[in-house]
């Protein structure tokens, strides 16, 4: 009736790494075999041992000293549970408890530590998706003078790497196209040159565009430079200069955002790095769009603009470096084009801009 | 499975080997990398996983690779095969200063639960497993981590770790706190737990660190001196290249942080 379990020996007498043996109950008596020999042992004190407190170790106490038979394999320890007697029930189920505890312990912590982890992911993925939306809102909270000097700051910086004038016939020329595309500014804007042979050109925030030298000399007609001025007005409309500042900040918007306000400190450390920054593919998409507008609007021809692009990115692409910022990495630059054909398609009759192109270029000339 | 019953020989005081011989038909598994020399007639073989599994599936050798990867092994096991006539001897080195012990598994009841990474060789059929340690303290401050080695089988491994090691019984009850870095390996019948030192002070300025591991026989522990990376830590210390300070010998406070501090250099 009842059931032999296997377990291990150990005590006083027998080998360190102790012996194997098998036990069975005999009452309230634990009766335990090896080796030929018999014990037979009573008040036994249960304890769950071993690396994960699998193991449940029955000890007795002799003369010769303390006697322990441990028992392992989850087959021999139901065995062991089956025929146990009466008062030792309750301290072996304690034992089977403290093992699952401790591995429902472990489970857990690791469970949380997956957790915390995923939050940590989680979180990061979840600035990121907000960043758009948060620059745009953020963008809204900043005051246009507090922009205006933001585009101080940038046109400083630039300044410092290039000779930037704001005087002679191509600023002028710069000017009065660019007024013709402002309705309504939101700025008081400030019409900038640059002595580059860049062909490039860019809108700081707050109503300040910069032409490169080098874009003037190459656009065959006023239109021409019209359709970039028309891109870099809108951005600057669009406020994306300041959305792009916004962005760079990353976990520090986030962190402005929270305390609702305060992103002006931290915009004026990153405007240092204006120039190196991308605007979104969806600002650039949103630019085109708006620059036919006011182009249309201007009734400037707007189909010179696709070949002052095409010929932008043919530069770029043979000098072997990154297209102008304006036309950017993006890889849709076919897409824009395209996009743009279309948009130009139904154009009201354009008027010709009145101006002695050639004179302008030739003031640029070196 | 039948184990390969495996003679061998330890050289060496400080830096040791271990001359395996095998039968023929006979074989031997060690970690990659871990073999010195092996004789004529021996046929190296790399197997997936840890060569225990001779007919298991591809599952079940590809769940052995992926946990000896865990352990931070190889996923590669060598195994050294006798395919000559007559008795063979194959070596295996220990990576560091330190002692081979030999372990029957059979003597210990065909487990041995001992930290990652040191095992150095074993007979053919000596199956490398891992077991978590599921006790949070200890896996956090016990300093083995949370993943132990276990070997399973009933034929002799040999175990190496640094320093000097020494094999303690413990009798049923009798408890041994041990620094934690320290326990190599153990019989699955002991009992490892951490203890706060007690004291604060102790612990800041005891120099021996917040917890102790504390083993709770009966069973078979194994101990080693110089944990690898108290040795690792005393010679980046003192090596000039690597940042530390080279402190003159026989300096009085001559070794150590303290020596650091001192001598400003």
């Not at chain 1, 087959?75 to 304690?94: H, M, T």
């Not at chain 2, 049923?172 to 490892?192: H, I, M, W, Y």
Request: overall charge negative; aromatic content about 8%; proline content about 5%.
């Amino acid at each position: 009736m009842s059931q032999v379990f296997d377990g291990r020996l150990f005590g006083p007498g027998l080998p360190g790494p102790g012996q194997p043996g098998t036990a069975e109950w005999h009452g309230s008596a634990l009766c335990v075999r090896h080796a030929g020999a018999e014990h037979v042992a009573e008040r036994l004190e249960i304890d769950a041992r071993g690396l994960d407190a699998d193991q449940i170790q029955l000890s007795w106490t002799t003369a010769e000293g303390v006697f322990t038979f441990s028992v392992h394999a989850p087959g021999e320890i139901d065995r062991l549970l089956q025929a146990a007697p009466v008062p030792y029930r309750e301290p072996l189920n304690e034992t089977r408890k403290a093992h699952s505890r401790l591995v429902r312990r472990f489970r857990w912590a690791w469970l949380g530590f997956g957790i915390a982890i995923g939050m940590a992911l989680g979180m990061v993925a979840l600035g990121f998706a907000l960043l758009e939306p948060l620059s745009a809102r953020l963008s809204q909270s900043v005051s246009r003078e507090h922009e205006s000097q933001l585009g101080e700051l940038v046109l400083a910086q630039a300044r410092a790497a290039v000779p930037i004038t704001e005087q002679g016939p191509a600023v002028q020329a710069v000017e009065s196209i660019g007024e013709r595309l402002l309705q309504t500014p939101s700025y008081r804007y400030r019409w900038f040159v640059a002595d580059s042979p860049e062909l490039n050109a860019f809108a700081a925030p707050g109503g300040i565009v910069v032409v490169h030298a080098g874009l003037i000399r190459a656009a065959e007609s006023p239109e021409e430079l019209a359709g970039v001025l028309a891109h870099e007005v809108a951005h600057s409309e669009l406020r994306h200069g300041l959305r792009a500042l916004l962005k760079s900040m990353g976990l520090s918007l986030i962190v402005a955002a929270l305390l609702r306000g305060g992103a002006e400190e931290y915009l004026a450390s990153s405007a240092a790095k204006y120039t190196e920054l991308k605007f979104s593919r969806d600002n650039e998409r949103e630019a085109d769009r708006e620059a036919v507008a006011r182009l249309a609007a201007a009734r400037i021809d707007a189909r010179p603009m696709l070949s002052m692009f095409e010929k932008l990115a043919a530069s770029a692409a043979e000098q072997g470096g990154d297209p102008p910022e304006f036309l950017s990495t993006h890889p849709d630059l076919e897409e824009r084009i395209a996009s743009l054909k279309a948009l130009t398609a139904t154009q009201p009759s354009p008027l010709p801009i009145a101006m002695d192109w050639q004179a302008v270029q030739r003031s640029l000339a070196r | 499975m039948a184990m390969d019953v495996v003679d061998y020989e330890i050289f060496g005081s400080d830096m040791q080997y271990v001359e395996v011989e095998l039968d023929p038909g006979e074989a031997a598994v060690g970690e990659a990398g871990g073999m010195m020399y092996m004789q004529d007639g021996i046929q190296m073989d790399t197997v997936f996983g840890d060569g225990s599994q001779q007919q298991g599936g591809f599952f079940s050798k590809l769940l052995g690779a992926g946990k000896r990867l865990v352990t931070g092994e190889g996923l590669f096991t060598t195994v050294f095969h006798n395919e000559g006539n007559g008795k063979r001897r194959v070596a295996f080195a220990a990576p560091y200063p330190g002692k081979i012990i030999p372990v029957n598994l059979a003597e210990l009841g065909g487990t041995l639960i001992c930290q990652k990474d040191s095992f150095l060789c074993a007979a053919k059929g000596v199956s490398l497993g891992i077991a978590f340690q599921k006790r949070l303290g200890v896996g956090l401050f016990g300093g083995e981590g949370f993943i132990m080695q276990k070997l399973d089988g009933d034929g002799m491994a040999f175990v190496h770790a640094g320093g000097t090691l020494v094999e303690k019984t413990l009798r049923p009850g009798e408890v041994l706190r041990v620094d934690t870095g320290c326990v190599v390996a153990f019989q699955p019948s002991v009992d490892f737990d951490i203890q706060f030192v007690g004291k604060i002070k102790s612990a800041l300025f005891g120099g021996e660190g917040f917890f102790y591991a504390v083993l709770q026989g009966p069973g078979q522990v194994w101990l080693q001196s110089l944990p690898l990376s108290r040795l690792a830590n005393r010679i980046v210390l003192a090596a000039p290249a690597a940042g530390g300070s080279s402190v003159g010998q026989g300096s009085l406070l001559g070794a150590g942080v303290l020596g650091g501090i001192l001598s400003d250099e």
